[in-house]
């Protein structure tokens, strides 16, 4: 299963990013400004979190089986729509319903997992979906670039075709979907207010939002405002970009391997390493092999903290599982909307300000991350409810 599912991440998470090196081809083919091609990020992330909140009750509804299916096709059909847009305004509506359609793939195929997994091997698993979807950043990116000779719509053209071959594995290969369902649609979506009422969940999911948030911004500066000696350099653009991957590989394992951490320490330690990370690529300059080992840093520590995260958010709502799951994976992805217009207006003063922003952001991930486990302590120590005594007659 774990296989297509990361086929299934890389390619669908990654059209957040297959824009961002295609940036000035596609404000030269419109004669635009190349700020404004961010709103083809930000209209796709926005649309794939809002898809989220939809995805993972149809999920607990009907199973995650049928939603990847049926999310597979829309997603391939919608893909390829992007390729007819002759005009930002087009485009930026084809890649909202994009968003909206690959949104009912990626949560979807984690509840799957949770479900059928071999509950030792579960943590691996899930480490495995996040880095793939990190992977995702740095996949597509590369494969983006490596097709922009061929006209910035090849890679919409070659994903589409790469989602209908998955199709074909999970039709074939997936077991059906065994777990008792949701009895209505309006029954798995009233879960979505009810998780949202505990604190915990809410700055748990808070943390989450800071994690792609921060990735996009200093991966966004890169492009639209890096040192010169990178960002006019396309070789040195895609050695970066291909340069994280290393890190994407080894963070599940390095997550199986701290079982003697907690996960709240797992999480805050990752994301300190991430800071530093994206702190140190805004204060290297120019230096490539530097700057390659921030982005190493940065990406390193977000594929650790990330299934961390995950974990804990899995083991605070097991009652609803796959709405948990979409509301995690929607608070990434409102990160990841954001993070283009931040980068945007962070790059006002240089790249160093845009990547020492998106640390910023990563310490408040740290800060709430600290504050759920804080609330978590105080309802475990609180004295039980005093019972008042009934008087004898």
Same mark, same amino acid.
């Given at each position: 299963?774990?296989?297509?599912?990361?086929?299934?991440?890389?390619?669908?998470?990654?059209?957040?990013?297959?824009?961002?090196?295609?940036?000035?081809?596609?404000?030269?083919?419109?004669? #635009?400004?190349?700020?404004?091609?961010?709103?083809?990020?930000?209209?796709?992330?926005?649309?794939?979190?809002?898809?989220?909140?939809?995805?993972?009750?149809?999920?607990?509804?009907?199973?995650?089986?049928?939603?990847?299916?049926?999310?597979?096709?829309?997603?391939?059909?919608?893909?390829?729509?992007?390729?007819?847009?002759?005009?930002?305004?087009?485009?930026?509506?084809?890649?909202?319903?994009?968003?909206v359609t690959?949104?009912a793939i990626?949560?979807?195929?984690?509840?799957?997992?949770?479900?059928?997994? /071999?509950?030792?091997?579960?943590?691996?698993?899930?480490?495995?979906?996040?880095?793939?979807?990190?992977?995702? !950043?740095?996949?597509?990116?590369?494969?983006?670039?490596?097709?922009?000779?061929?006209?910035?719509?090849?890679?919409?053209?070659?994903?589409?075709?790469?989602?209908?071959?998955?199709?074909?594995?999970?039709?074939?290969?997936?077991?059906?979907?065994?777990?008792?369902?949701?009895?209505?649609?309006?029954?798995?979506?009233?879960?979505?207010?009810?998780? =949202?009422?505990?604190?915990?969940?809410?700055?748990?999911?808070?943390?989450?939002?800071?994690?792609?948030?921060?990735?996009?911004?200093?991966?966004?500066? #890169?492009?639209?405002?890096?040192?010169?000696?990178?960002? /006019?350099?396309?070789?040195?653009?895609?050695?970066?970009?291909?340069?994280?991957?290393?890190?994407?590989?080894?963070?599940?394992?390095?997550?199986?391997?701290?079982?003697?951490?907690?996960?709240?320490?797992?999480?805050?330690?990752?994301?300190?390493?991430?800071?530093?990370?994206?702190?140190?690529?805004?204060?290297?300059?120019?230096?490539? #092999?530097?700057?390659?080992? !921030?982005?190493?840093?940065?990406?390193?520590?977000?594929?650790?903290?990330?299934?961390?995260?995950?974990?804990?958010?899995?083991?605070?709502?097991?009652?609803?599982?796959?709405?948990?799951?979409?509301?995690?994976?929607?608070?990434?992805?409102?990160?990841?909307?954001?993070?283009?217009?931040?980068?945007?207006?962070?790059?006002?003063?240089?790249? %160093?300000?845009?990547?020492?922003?998106?640390?910023?952001?990563?310490?408040?991930?740290? =800060?709430?991350?600290?504050? %759920?486990?804080?609330?978590?302590?105080?309802?475990? /120590?609180?004295?039980?409810?005093?019972?008042?005594k009934t008087?004898?007659?």
């Amino acid at each position: 299963m774990l296989p297509i599912f990361v086929g299934t991440s890389v390619v669908g998470v990654g059209q957040t990013y297959t824009v961002i090196p295609l940036m000035p081809a596609i404000a030269r083919d419109w004669g #635009i400004a190349l700020s404004a091609t961010t709103w083809l990020a930000t209209g796709f992330s926005l649309s794939f979190a809002i898809g989220f909140l939809f995805a993972g009750p149809a999920a607990d509804r009907y199973g995650p089986r049928k939603v990847i299916l049926v999310g597979l096709l829309g997603a391939a059909f919608s893909t390829l729509l992007v390729t007819f847009a002759q005009s930002l305004p087009a485009a930026v509506a084809f890649r909202c319903l994009q968003g909206v359609t690959v949104a009912a793939i990626g949560p979807t195929a984690t509840a799957y997992l949770a479900e059928h997994a /071999d509950p030792r091997r579960r943590p691996v698993a899930l480490g495995a979906m996040s880095s793939s979807g990190l992977a995702a !950043a740095v996949v597509m990116q590369v494969a983006a670039q490596a097709l922009a000779p061929a006209g910035w719509r090849a890679i919409f053209v070659a994903s589409s075709a790469v989602m209908l071959l998955l199709f074909a594995a999970v039709l074939i290969r997936l077991r059906a979907d065994t777990a008792e369902r949701a009895n209505t649609m309006t029954t798995a979506l009233l879960s979505v207010p009810r998780l =949202l009422a505990r604190p915990r969940l809410l700055a748990l999911y808070a943390a989450t939002s800071t994690l792609l948030g921060s990735l996009v911004i200093v991966y966004t500066a #890169i492009e639209i405002a890096g040192p010169p000696a990178v960002a /006019d350099n396309p070789t040195a653009l895609l050695v970066l970009r291909a340069s994280s991957l290393p890190a994407v590989v080894v963070a599940p394992f390095l997550t199986g391997m701290a079982t003697r951490l907690s996960p709240r320490t797992k999480a805050v330690l990752a994301l300190l390493v991430a800071t530093l990370g994206a702190a140190a690529a805004g204060l290297v300059g120019g230096n490539v #092999i530097l700057l390659g080992l !921030a982005l190493l840093l940065l990406v390193g520590g977000i594929a650790v903290a990330a299934p961390t995260i995950l974990e804990l958010i899995h083991a605070a709502a097991p009652d609803a599982i796959g709405t948990a799951i979409a509301l995690y994976s929607a608070a990434l992805f409102v990160g990841t909307s954001l993070g283009p217009q931040i980068a945007g207006l962070a790059t006002a003063g240089g790249f %160093a300000a845009a990547a020492l922003t998106g640390a910023a952001l990563l310490v408040v991930g740290v =800060l709430t991350i600290c504050a %759920a486990a804080g609330r978590r302590r105080a309802v475990r /120590d609180a004295p039980p409810p005093s019972r008042a005594k009934t008087p004898k007659r």
